[in-house]
């Protein structure tokens, strides 16, 4: 039996990718992740478990050990600036490890295009191909090139279809008439999973993606799938940076990601060679249109897998805060007591909140601590959730992201809207009583100041906030989701 390391299995194509090798039994399959509490019990039955990241060698030797073959979706995109400088040490790091511990073959999704039109972002993508692809007699390493990924929950896709949905008249810049080859995640999936079985005998890159398209064309077509009519009209003057900011404003995604987009839209990103069909005959790329019909039907069948804010887009893994919520100085506590409702009621109404469902009372309240949000660079209300009642540990959720889950005992958010401070809304039911704590650690005057001029908010949002869960739970409004996929 093949034995197969999967990294980023806690990001957007990782996630997907774990679930496809999870239904073959001729593969062992073994993760390394920053956070196993991110992953769902059901991860965790099928799959080995090893902690830790591509910073530490000791870590990634252990978990190669005995590996044939190695997945490599890791990338520091949302670090900051010395990006490629990470990426190029966990590469030369995973790369190391992989020929210390005898693994033969390498499988790596990076981006499609040139080095000479490169934005920072691919040229860092394409550094980490060549490093690991650099020692083809030891290694072989298939080099998958993708561009715009399109499925429930990408990043582009996100980008598309809130912008379609949202304005019925667009002025465009210039870059939306860039040609690049969108190929559907299933597609990307099935690559990913047959290259597994394949061993080539040199080194492999694997452009993959369907006939090039524009930008405005891909806006075009996701309106008809959408049964949407919109008008698109060029104009010469929108700049790059001025298009990123309007990306940040109407769209989820925050301002680096949308200006990683943008600047990889200025150059054409096309498939430079034929072996996706050579080596991989049986599989036929759907078109773009039904990769969008699909997406959509994920999102209305709340079957949406993963979403482009999975993942940390930092340094560290996001949720692992060296502070923690018992520290904090400052707390707003809410008790209600729920006697005669069953707490797993009162929980999944608990699940249910933001996204949506809102938060249940006062919800323009909290529209406007997301405008404020987004008007100071942070992700506000934008987000929404991945699924309507379901929640695992790493989801983001509005401003919030799930920090702990218990099923039926506690739900810990951790906030990510911008703030002079740490903040936490903890949820935690015993006996017949749930305990609601807002939890707040200040960073110095500003975040004292902030904490008192909120209050008012508080006053309104965080108790009436508790009594309406309760009250919802009362009227069996939402149902137990299943925790476990
Ligand atoms: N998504 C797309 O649209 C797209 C398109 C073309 C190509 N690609 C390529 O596909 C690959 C995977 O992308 P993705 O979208 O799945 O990324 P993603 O959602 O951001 O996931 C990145 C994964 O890497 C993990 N990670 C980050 N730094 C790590 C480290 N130092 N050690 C161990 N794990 C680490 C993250 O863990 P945490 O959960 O702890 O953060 C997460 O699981 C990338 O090479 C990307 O360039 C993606």
């Known amino acids: 039996m093949q034995r197969v390391l999967l990294t980023g299995a806690t990001g957007y194509i990782g996630r997907r990718l774990e679930r496809a090798i999870r239904e073959r039994n001729d593969i062992s399959l073994r993760l390394l992740v920053r956070n196993a509490k991110k992953l769902t019990a059901k991860t965790r039955r099928h799959a080995e478990v090893m902690e830790g990241d591509s910073f530490h060698p000791p870590i990634l030797r252990k978990a190669l050990a005995g590996c044939d073959t190695a997945i490599y979706l890791i990338h520091s995109m949302g670090t900051g600036r010395n990006f490629s400088q990470l990426d190029r040490t966990s590469a030369e790091n995973f790369y190391n490890a992989c020929l210390a511990e005898g693994v033969r073959k390498i499988i790596y999704l990076g981006g499609l295009g040139t080095r000479e039109s490169a934005s920072p972002h691919l040229a860092s993508r394409i550094e980490t191909g060549e490093i690991l692809s650099s020692r083809p007699n030891q290694i072989r390493t298939i080099w998958f090139r993708a561009s715009v990924i399109i499925g429930s929950g990408s990043t582009s896709f996100e980008i598309i279809r809130h912008l379609v949905e949202k304005l019925p008249v667009m002025i465009t810049p210039r870059w939306v008439n860039t040609l690049t080859q969108p190929i559907g995640i299933d ?5 990913l999973t047959e290259a597994l079985f394949l061993n080539p005998s040199e080194n492999l890159q694997v452009d993959i993606g369907t006939p090039p398209m524009s930008f405005l064309q891909m806006m075009e077509q996701t309106a008809a799938v959408m049964g949407l009519r919109r008008w698109l009209l060029p104009v010469p003057f929108l700049s790059p940076r001025l298009s990123s900011y309007w990306l940040t404003l109407v769209t989820p ?77 400052f707390r707003d506590v809410r008790t209600v007591s729920f006697a005669d409702i069953p707490a797993e009621q009162v929980f999944a109404a608990i699940t249910s909140l933001g996204g949506i469902h809102g938060w249940f009372s006062f919800n323009f309240l909290w529209k406007i601590r997301g405008l404020i949000d987004k008007a100071v660079g942070g992700y506000g209300l934008s987000r929404g959730r991945r699924q309507s009642t379901n929640l695992r540990i790493g989801d983001a959720l509005d401003f919030w992201k799930v920090a702990d889950l218990v099923p039926n005992k506690r739900l810990l958010l951790l906030a990510q809207m911008k703030l002079p401070g740490k903040a936490w809304l903890e949820f935690d039911l015993q006996h017949d009583t ?34 309406k869960i309760v009250q919802q739970a009362a009227q069996g409004q939402y149902s137990p989701p299943p925790f476990d996929e």
């Open 253 to 329: 995604v925050p301002f680096r990601v949308g200006s990683a987009l943008v600047e990889g839209m200025k150059s054409e990103t096309l498939v430079q060679n034929d072996h996706a069909r050579q080596y991989f005959p049986a599989i036929h790329p759907e078109s773009f249109q039904q990769a969008v019909q699909k997406a959509i039907s994920e999102l209305e069948h709340d079957l949406v897998v993963s979403r482009w804010c999975d993942s940390s887009a930092g340094a560290v893994c996001d949720i692992m805060e060296p502070a923690s919520p018992n520290q904090s100085v």
């Open 434 to 467: 749930l305990t609601q704590t807002a939890h707040f650690i200040p960073h110095g005057l500003l975040g004292r100041l902030y904490w008192y001029s909120v209050l008012p908010f508080h006053f309104f949002v965080f108790k009436d906030l508790s009594k």
């Open 187 to 191: 597609d990307v999936i099935a690559y």
